[in-house]
T-cell receptor, first 116, second 113 residues
Framework: GAGVSQSPRYKVAKRGQDVALRCDPISGHVSLFWYQQALGQGPEFLTYFQNEAQLDKSGLPSDRFFAERPEGSVSTLKIQRTQQEDSAVYLC??????????????FGPGTRLLVL | KNQVEQSPQSLIILEGKNCTLQCNYTVSPFSNLRWYKQDTGRGPVSLTIMTFSENTKSNGRYTATLDADTKQSSLHITASQLSDSASYICVVSPWTGGFKTIFGAGTRLFVKA
């Protein structure tokens, strides 16, 4: 595709509901990142995949957050038993990468999650 | 205290004027420092990438500088345009293991006609 796409663009959930957010990276991109961006703040790292392997999940805030990329392309971020503090924009980014120092991450438009 | 601090928090300038945004970081050592532009409701777009050994990097009207001794970076925007209105985010990648990157909170720039 032309860029990274995410769906849905907007999601309203009731507290306690489970949600699943989808990311379609640029075709052929090896690396995939998930970020959480609170209103008025910069993104915060959640997790990183290299192909289907989840190499870093140090940023996941709790065990209610789970991410997968089973075939090394599309990724899903799942949040169980959502809470109001989970309300944020969830950004996905992908990169080739050429090398870790010079790699450029390409971001999707994000999914704006509102938990009521 | 955030490891990447940006200033000012917001800035209003007139179209055609220049401006400079600041980024102070404590992340050390680091592999690279990036500046991103984020339009409202969209994902960030990369403007510049500098390794720890580089002092300056340009991309059109955007010029980033890096002083590793003082742990400061700046983004200079020349001849601003209305389309420059956005948030500008400084991002530092630690050299240590892992893939975590540390984002600043951004500077919100408003360019007025």
């Amino acid at each position: 595709g032309a860029g990274v796409s995410q769906s849905p663009r907007y999601k309203v959930a009731k507290r306690g509901q489970d949600v699943a957010l989808r990311c379609d990276p640029i075709s052929g991109h090896v690396s995939l990142f998930w970020y959480q961006q609170a209103l008025g703040q910069g993104p915060e790292f959640l997790t990183y995949f290299q192909n289907e392997a989840q190499l870093d999940k140090s940023g996941l805030p709790s065990d209610r957050f789970f991410a997968e990329r089973p075939e090394g392309s599309v990724s899903t971020l799942k949040i169980q038993r959502t809470q109001q503090e989970d309300s944020a924009v969830y950004l996905c980014a992908s990169s080739l990468p050429l090398d870790r120092v010079q790699e450029t991450q390409y971001f999707g438009p994000g999914t704006r999650l509102l938990v009521l | 205290k955030n490891q990447v601090e940006q200033s000012p928090q917001s800035l209003i300038i007139l179209e055609g004027k220049n401006c400079t945004l600041q980024c102070n970081y404590t992340v050390s050592p680091f592999s690279n420092l990036r500046w991103y532009k984020q339009d409202t409701g969209r994902g960030p777009v990369s403007l510049t990438i500098m390794t720890f050994s580089e002092n300056t990097k340009s991309n059109g009207r955007y010029t980033a500088t890096l002083d590793a001794d003082t742990k400061q970076s700046s983004l200079h925007i020349t001849a601003s345009q209305l389309s420059d209105s956005a948030s500008y985010i400084c991002v530092v990648s630690p050299w240590t293991g892992g893939f975590k990157t540390i984002f600043g909170a951004g500077t919100r720039l408003f360019v007025k006609a």
